[in-house]
T-cell receptor, first 111, second 114 residues
């Protein structure tokens, strides 16, 4: 079983839709949860991170962590064509130096 | 502030050859990570260097190796290239002074093995 599972998609939505991206994990030691966005032919860039359980909001983006279910989500409201990218979840345990990544979900927002 | 830089952008090699990829971290970052991003497999951790020492390596054969220089830049070497080594190789840097494992990525080197 992989440490982190992520639906690879692809996911295609109309502009303005609400997008839900999800990851599950198996390691209960994970405490830091991140979402990276990767545009075509670019390196990943950090979008949001959360520590432990709970929600975090940043503009149109909301990250949720449910540690009891070992499940994290990223919601994108009012999606824009510029949101078209691959979204990668990543996780880390406290004090650890490795990040564990999901395979990424490719999102296309259609104008 | 300049970000993480990698060179070359693209590299084409044939089976059995050696490839050398380079990475310059963000100024002040002492840690460099290397990842392989093959199609459909996500980012696979390769190597971690800090203060010139290899600190950890992922589940890759010994023909993947590297080093970190005194200026914290790093080099990844892949010997005896195989077709399945074709991938995007990403370098990330991090400051260990941070409270959590935030890594900043470069644009990657696209390696194609023919």
């Amino acid at each position: 079983q992989k440490e982190v599972e992520q639906d690879p998609g692809p996911l295609s939505v109309p502009e303005g839709a609400i997008v839900s991206l999800n990851c599950t994990y198996s390691n209960s030691a994970f405490q830091y949860f991140m979402w990276y966005r990767q545009y075509s032919r670019k390196g990943p860039e950090l979008l949001m991170y959360t520590y432990s359980s709970g929600n975090k909001e940043d503009g149109r983006f909301t990250a949720q962590v449910d540690k009891s279910s070992k499940y994290i989500s990223l919601f994108i409201r009012d999606s824009q064509p510029s949101d078209s990218a691959t979204y990668l979840c990543a996780m880390s345990a406290t004090g650890a130096n490795n990040l564990f990544f999901g395979t990424g979900t490719r999102l296309t927002v259609i104008p | 502030e300049a970000g993480v830089t990698q060179s070359p952008t693209h590299l084409i090699k044939t089976r059995g050859q050696q490839a050398t990829l380079r990475c310059s971290p963000i100024s002040g970052h002492t840690s460099v990570y290397w990842y392989q991003q093959a199609l459909g497999l996500g980012l696979q951790f390769l190597l971690w260097y800090d203060e010139g020492e290899e600190r950890n390596r992922g589940n890759f054969p010994p023909r993947f190796s590297g080093r970190q220089f005194p200026n914290y830049s790093s080099e990844l070497n892949v010997n005896a290239l195989e077709l399945e080594d074709s991938a995007l190789y990403l370098c990330a840097s991090r400051s260990l002074a941070g409270v959590w494992n935030e890594q900043f990525f470069g644009p990657g080197t696209r390696l194609t093995v023919l």
